[in-house]
């Protein structure tokens, strides 16, 4: 009795654990809010996000990344990566350079999020993980 | 014996995950609490994961953070300004800064041969990876890692955030 008790205990474990790996190093499901991103992705979209390319470094432009907010490290924003480390940006009157190990960030709505050009470059240390997949609405399923 | 390892590992990982694991210092930059003699062995630190998702740091607390010039490299440093923080640089391109809503200001304990936030400015609080709570290693330097601000360091004063606090030190973030 005792000892179907301490198995199944195990088990449990066991399964928690593999499902937390899986969510912390592979891929996890992320539900976008704002508007920032329409039209490619609307509030309340469900996401599949892969931490793979993140981890390994391989983020190319144009990937729509999941990013840890840098003005609030609780929250997550959601943002098309436009230009890497030293590539020339365009910001309010002038241009500027992208320093080493940041990216530049910025929402498909232009006129309706802050992004990098609100904030600056944003460290590649805050780059959670890759949109791949639009999982929700199921008219919508599809790559990003 | 494949079975065993299938489920090991990720117990493992979780663990290492979310409790926490030993790293080595290297380095002169927070010298004299971490590597006090560099021709002795390294420290060893134990790193805390536990509580990290919080982001609840205090001030004097030592951190491990991913560094905002390479983030293939992890920096150990000493919490001494909070958000709203008004603290006194030594050698950053303004004297006074305040310290942006989300980020923190760290600096090495040997003063002057750090790469710190004198360098490269406030960092975004979710850089941090975990916490330093105690030198595992060598044994004669068994001990908890004492949360302090080194003397003179303090912020000059903590305000209430104001609401645009962030917005004013963007000129900070571009080069």
Redesign the interface.
Known sequence: MLGSVVRSAAAL??V???A??TL??CADFVVCEGPSMEPTICGSDILLAEHISVRS?IISKGSVVIV???????SYICKRVIAGPGDRVP?VGSS??V????VWLEGDNKLNSTDSR?????????VRGRAVMKLWPPSDIGFV | MFRALL?GI??G??FV??VGYVAKVDGVSMQPSLNPDLSATSDFVFLSRWSWRK?NYSRGDVVS????????QAIIKRVIGLEGDLVKTLGYRRKYLRV????FWVEGDHTGHSLDSNHFGP??????TAKATSIVWPPHRWGPLESYIPGGRQPLNSEPLKNNA??DD?G????
């Open positions: 474990v066991q928690g654990c593999l937390h790996c912390e190093f470094r840890r907010s840098p003005s609030d490290p609780h910001i500027s350079f320093p080493k190990g940041h609100a904030f600056g470059p944003v460290p590649f240390g805050l | 489920f990720p117990v990982i979780t995950d979310c982001f953070l991913i560094s905002p010039k390479n983030p293939n942006p809503r989300g980020h960092v975004a609080l979710g850089l941090i962030f917005c963007l900070e973030f571009i080069e």
